[in-house]
């Protein structure tokens, strides 16, 4: 682990990013979402839940609050796909 601080400011130029329309954002990169992939998405409601005590940053907090009501369920979401992308196999 790094002794190195981690609180570097963005070197983003966000004005610029605000500033732009949809059509100058270049999403060449990114594949079409097709009926085969609406076929085979589904819909992953959580099980059992069990209540946590978790810190996180004021600004990431109030980022999830102000997407809606439901933001604790977008929370869970945002961990669960950072998790499932960060699986290992198991030997």
Known sequence: MSDKPMNKPSETDWARIDAMTDA???TSDIPPL???F???AKVQM???LIAVTVQVDPDV???FKAQGE???Q???AALRIYA???KTAQP
């Open 84 to 86: 499932e992308a960060h």
């Open 46 to 48: 959580p099980r059992h």
């Open 70 to 72: 439901d933001y604790e």
């Open 24 to 26: 100058e954002i270049d």
């Open 38 to 40: 609406f076929k085979r």
């Open 61 to 63: 907090l109030a980022w």
């Open 34 to 36: 097709t009926e085969a």
């Open 74 to 76: 977008r929370m869970h």
